[in-house]
């Protein structure tokens, strides 16, 4: 196991920047999730890491030591690919056993740690198998065991499950989270789904168009984000624009909706749907809270929850409550708005 630090790295394609002067510290044993759009440079930075490209400019170290001009096969890295890359003429024990092999360890050991691997990712007695006789879920286990079964200091994962369908996709994340806590491994895992990576992740961090937006825990992030676009692209929110006034902003018709904080220099507010509770028109809205109206234009039932879409003056607003409350919220109705300033959110543009 092993800290990876990647201090002001660069990486351009053309006149393409992909990675602008990102810094990263990557704590050992720890499970940090790289998030953002096609193209926003987190999977540049994860082959950076494992030495299939080096940067123009900036540092990694690996356990404290930097690796610039080291090899692939001397970092000590375990990798799996999107599309698990296994080899098809090679059984489930001689593709987990590839890399040993490769490092000349001997039959008996190799087959002892090909066993510890199988139990490890819960596929004992599958050893013998074709990768095409396995299940998409067993075929990603196999690719997370050949990765560890070298003892990597560090593990790096390229949408590890975006093959999956969403069941399965659940259910490996909870084995993911196991596998990484049973063996402690630093693992920094790329995705671009929000929900897995605050699922499975210690940290986050946001890259867009090569820069790095946000980092911190899933809930640091979720509930404080920065600006607009980590707001918007890690889940769902409401943002609202506004002149800066004291301890909040005041919209177009004078309304002021007030923040946690009294003090204030952002013009723009978020807040997540579910922290909005909504009541009809005509009754006495909590005091102290921010409210303003909406005309319901949709609602959509979705088992444990209930997306109501409301208009406020021409702007989409969105509240997710509770899947019994469907009933209690009637189409086509005018309701107040209504949430704590303690859910509202500051945002840089």
């Known amino acids: 196991m092993a800290e990876v630090a990647v201090q002001g790295i660069t990486k351009r394609f053309g006149t393409l920047a992909a990675l602008d002067d990102v810094s990263i510290d990557f704590a050992d044993g720890g499970f940090y999730g790289l ?70 360890l001997d039959r008996a050991a190799r087959s002892e740690a090909v066993r510890e691997a199988l139990a490890l990712v819960q596929l004992e007695g599958l050893g013998a198998r074709r990768p095409h006789q396995l299940s998409g879920g067993q075929r990603q286990r196999v690719a997370l065991a050949r990765a560890i079964v070298t003892r990597p200091r560090v593990l790096l994962l390229d949408e590890p499950l975006s093959a999956l369908d969403k069941a399965l996709r659940t259910e490996m994340q909870i084995e993911l989270k196991r596998i990484q806590r049973e063996t402690g491994l630093t693992t920094i895992f790329v995705t671009h789904d929000q929900e897995e990576a605050m699922t499975l992740s210690d940290r986050i961090g946001i890259l867009r168009d090569g820069a790095l937006i946000q980092e911190g825990t899933p809930q ?17 929110a409401n943002v609202f624009e506004g002149k800066p006034v004291a301890g909040g902003i005041a919209l177009d018709d004078g309304t002021v909706l007030r923040f946690r904080d009294h003090d204030n220099t952002a013009d723009l507010l978020a807040v997540r749907p579910e922290n909005v509770v909504l009541q009809p028109a005509n009754t006495e809205p909590p005091a102290g809270w921010n409210v303003i109206t909406g005309t319901v234009i949709d609602r959509v039932f979705a088992g444990p929850d209930v997306l109501i879409r409301l208009d406020h003056n021409g702007q989409e607003v969105r509240v997710i409550l509770r899947g019994h409350q469907f009933d209690t919220v009637s189409g086509e109705s005018t309701q107040l708005i209504c949430w704590q300033p303690r859910y509202s959110i500051p945002l840089e543009a």
């Open 35 to 104: 998030l953002g759009p096609s193209g926003s440079g987190k999977t540049t930075l994860l082959r950076i890491i494992a030495g299939f490209l080096f940067p123009d400019a900036g540092t990694v170290r690996i356990g404290g030591e930097p690796v610039e001009g080291v090899p692939v096969e001397r970092r000590r890295i375990g990798m799996v690919f999107q599309n698990y890359a296994l080899f098809p003429n090679m059984s489930v024990a001689e593709n987990i056993g590839f890399g040993l092999r490769v490092a000349g």
């Open 220 to 236: 640091e992030v979720y509930n404080r984000p920065r600006t607009r676009f980590a707001a918007e692209f890690l889940g769902a």
